[in-house]
């Protein structure tokens, strides 16, 4: 028998400023930077966290929890494993969504657009960047391949740490840097009685045009 769970119950009542048109920037970046400066500030809980949605060539869609790693006004990036569930997605069907969640402000950010690859070299550097012990990860996984078990990942960690005692692991080819280009946002302001607020852009000429849409 399956497990049965009511959940009507669980609910909560927003209370924050509501939006207007008037005080939100004409140029989504900018907005976004605000928001997310906001969520930064306030030292919430993985501000920079986002929901990477893609699909299948067949229109099967998935999502999955990722980090924003920069943002400009070429689009928003990421990095991961292209041999990945995702990264086969995004070869095969290279458009995709991104969700921001910031609980405590009661705000959303969606992001719609198509993502493409960024350079090996911006891929070579942020690799660098990261603790030694994420580069040997990366470097011992191939993201989404089944295992026997995690005893086969340990030892090809220590295998590679004996290979590379220095600890400079080169970046494995199939890890890459992804872009979203934007061609929708929606900015989500949660509010009483669930008469939440939701401003959306979308491009126009060489701009955008900032409409209101109902909750």
């Given at each position: 028998?399956?497990?049965?769970?009511?959940?009507?119950?669980?609910?909560?009542?927003?209370?924050?400023?509501?939006?207007?048109?008037?005080?939100?920037?004409?140029?989504?970046?900018?907005?976004?930077?605000?928001?997310?400066?906001?969520?930064?500030?306030?030292?919430?809980?993985?501000?920079?966290?986002?929901?990477?949605?893609?699909?299948?060539?067949?229109?099967?869609?998935?999502?999955?929890?990722?980090?924003?790693?920069?943002?400009?006004?070429?689009?928003?990036?990421?990095?991961?494993?292209?041999?990945?569930?995702?990264?086969?997605?995004?070869?095969?069907?290279?458009?995709?969504?991104?969700?921001?969640?910031?609980?405590?402000?009661?705000?959303?950010?969606?992001?719609?657009?198509?993502?493409?690859s960024?350079?090996?070299?911006?891929?070579?550097?942020?690799?660098?960047?990261?603790?030694?012990?994420?580069?040997?990860?990366?470097?011992?996984s191939?993201?989404?391949?089944?295992?026997?078990g995690?005893?086969?990942?340990?030892?090809?960690?220590?295998?590679?740490?004996?290979?590379?005692?220095?600890?400079?692991?080169?970046?494995?080819?199939?890890?890459?840097?992804?872009?979203?280009?934007?061609?929708?946002?929606?900015?989500?302001?949660?509010?009483?009685?669930?008469?939440?607020?939701?401003?959306?852009y979308?491009?126009?000429?060489?701009?955008?045009?900032?409409?209101?849409?109902?909750?």
């Amino acid at each position: 028998m399956a497990t049965e769970m009511d959940l009507t119950d669980v609910r909560r009542e927003y209370e924050s400023h509501g939006l207007t048109r008037k005080e939100m920037d004409p140029d989504p970046f900018v907005q976004f930077g605000r928001w997310l400066q906001r969520a930064r500030d306030l030292e919430l809980l993985d501000a920079t966290a986002m929901t990477l949605a893609t699909a299948s060539i067949d229109a099967r869609p998935s999502a999955r929890i990722v980090l924003l790693k920069h943002f400009d006004d070429d689009g928003f990036c990421w990095y991961t494993d292209s041999r990945s569930q995702k990264g086969r997605e995004l070869e095969a069907n290279p458009l995709a969504a991104l969700l921001f969640h910031w609980r405590d402000l009661s705000r959303q950010v969606r992001v719609h657009g198509a993502v493409a690859s960024l350079p090996a070299e911006e891929a070579d550097q942020y690799f660098m960047m990261r603790p030694e012990g994420s580069r040997f990860s990366a470097a011992a996984s191939q993201q989404s391949a089944v295992i026997e078990g995690r005893s086969s990942l340990e030892s090809e960690v220590l295998r590679l740490r004996a290979a590379y005692p220095d600890g400079d692991v080169p970046r494995p080819p199939a890890w890459l840097g992804y872009r979203l280009v934007p061609d929708y946002f929606e900015f989500w302001q949660g509010q009483d009685n669930r008469l939440h607020d939701r401003i959306v852009y979308q491009p126009a000429g060489d701009g955008w045009i900032m409409q209101r849409i109902s909750p």
